[in-house]
């Protein structure tokens, strides 16, 4: 393989940069993971599926990767003003079940969803419940560099202390005034100095059954230089986990930070203020989003309750949808869009790409049955000879998937082509093609034949070699004129899903 030169969009500095990792060949990803009190829906694979490209696509460049994806087990209260129930804990009293029953429970959803729409799993999963030592710790960074204040027990973050030394809404662009006036419009002030300010650690409510026990070194309330201990029973604010475990599993400086473009702000913009306020230095090199999957053009969430879940999809059993539709048709349509253009959700979309995958996967099982000859057609060599590196070209390009899908169609025509004898492949190239399917289609890109998966070799062969024994006794019967005998096999088969297509070289079959 010819060296690459990937080119990613950095959200923080607004244009695509040569990606140059801070300690090569070693790379460190983190990405935002799921808030596990819900059933994972459309939303979360788009984010789920992107970064598993990047993870992909540079572990194939040669870099060893930490793929770091969290889990948001407790924190993440019910709106940004830092008010309302957790929501996990709202999900359990409903339910009348544990909190971690919940968490633990939807975590398994998640990652059974995961696995269908074929995502590799992280390196590290790490669970904010886990790391709350981690995150107390990182609260007593900021509190010791003077950028945090206690309130009634609670630790908020100073966005206007900050301010004075560093610049907060760099991520996001928004300066403080900006987020002060659009933070007033949620709720009032409370307990904080501005409503703008957020909490690092909260105390908990009587009722609050996520809590833990923390104690805290703060500043004499009267100026002078003595210390105060405050023992507080709480809960680690929702923008904490990210940068205490980023840290723990990345370092104080790592390549790649990832999610969802809903997060640039005001989670994102927090975890930069943390990391700044707590070690003096920005953390993350590269910000990476995804933009969001929409209906009707309006984001999908629990929040807003227009989601559909992946389950339905992989079912049908929801209302907006016609059909099921499979997790690789899920996977082709999320790919079928660049990662930060909007894709509106239609069932017409989502059965282009049912139809797109399968003309594609439908070119990979041909390609193997494709006999070389000695020399290649100039419209065959022309598309088979510049294939892989076009390919690469739209990867390196701040991961262009659709263009790749582009570039392997074009090569499934000449498959098609070459299968229907209207041309020929020598046989370097057809090797080529061969492995340049496989490697785009299948492992960068993660796409796979359903039909096939999960069906043993041996099951495999023997219902193929009985197809093929039908086949042969319609050959046999067109041979001797018998057209009934002939009809009536081929149209038997197509009630059983099955497409016949006659060649020079006989009839050949699939299973769309």
């Not at 992946?310 to 949808?321: A, I, K, P, S, V």
């Not at 996967?361 to 892989?388: F, H, S, Y």
Request: with cysteine; net charge negative.
């Amino acid at each position: 393989m010819e060296e690459q030169t990937l080119l990613i969009y950095n959200t923080l500095t607004r244009r695509k940069e040569r990606f140059e990792p801070i300690a090569a060949p070693n790379v460190g990803m983190y990405v935002c993971g799921p808030t596990v009190y819900g059933d994972p829906h459309l939303g979360h694979a788009r984010p789920a599926i992107t970064f598993d490209i990047v993870f992909r696509y540079l572990r194939h460049l040669g870099y060893k990767v930490r793929y770091v994806r969290n889990i948001t087990d407790v924190g993440h209260l019910e709106n940004d003003a830092d008010e309302g129930d957790d929501k996990i804990e709202k999900k359990a009293r409903l339910e009348r079940l544990e909190p971690m029953e919940i968490a633990q429970h939807y975590t398994n959803r998640y990652h059974e969803a995961m696995d269908r729409l074929g995502c590799l799993r992280p390196s590290i999963e790490p669970h904010a419940t886990g790391h709350i030592l981690e995150q107390r710790e990182l609260v007593q960074q900021i509190v010791d560099r003077g950028f945090a204040y206690e309130s009634n027990g609670s630790i908020y973050f100073d966005i206007e202390a900050y301010n004075r030394q560093y610049k907060y809404g760099i991520l996001s662009g928004r300066s403080l005034e900006n987020t002060k006036d659009e933070s007033r419009t949620l709720a009032g002030v409370g307990e904080k100095r501005h409503q703008a300010d957020f909490a690092l650690w909260k105390k908990a409510q009587p009722e609050h059954i996520m809590r833990w026990g923390v104690d805290f070194c703060l500043p004499d309330t009267n100026g002078g230089t003595l210390a105060r201990r405050l023992h507080s029973v709480g809960f680690p604010g929702w923008h904490c986990e990210c940068t205490a475990m980023g840290r723990k599993y990345l370092g104080e400086r790592f390549d790649i930070h990832g999610g969802g473009m809903d997060l640039v702000f005001p989670h994102h913009e927090c975890e930069i203020a943390q990391a700044v306020a707590s070690q003096g230095h920005e953390m993350v090199k590269y910000w990476m989003h995804n933009n969001m999957i929409t209906i009707n053009g309006q984001k999908m969430g629990k929040s807003l309750g227009n989601f559909i879940t992946l389950d339905e999809f992989f079912t049908g059993r929801n209302e907006q949808l016609d059909q099921a539709y499979s997790p690789m048709t899920i996977r082709f349509f999320i790919l079928s869009a660049h990662y930060r253009g909007p894709v509106d959700f239609s069932n017409a979309a989502l059965k282009a790409a049912e139809k797109g995958l399968q003309r594609l996967m439908n070119a990979i099982a041909d390609v193997e049955r494709v006999q070389p000859g000695t020399a290649c057609d100039a419209e065959t060599e022309r598309v088979v000879k510049g294939l892989r590196q076009r390919c690469y070209d739209a990867m390196n390009d701040d991961l262009q998937t659709q263009i790749v899908i582009s570039h392997l169609f074009e090569a499934a025509t000449v498959v098609n082509k070459l299968v229907d004898h209207k041309a020929t492949i020598c046989p370097d190239c057809l090797r080529e093609l061969k492995e340049t399917l496989r490697l785009f289609a299948t492992d960068l890109l993660g796409l796979k034949d359903e039909h096939a998966a999960g069906t043993s070799p041996q099951r495999e062969q023997a219902f193929a070699a009985v197809v093929d024994m039908v086949l042969d006794l319609r050959s046999k019967a067109k041979a001797a004129k018998d057209w009934a005998t002939s009809d009536r096999i081929r149209d038997d088969l197509a009630r059983l899903g099955f497409e016949v297509k006659d060649t020079k070289d006989g009839a050949v079959w699939r299973l769309p």
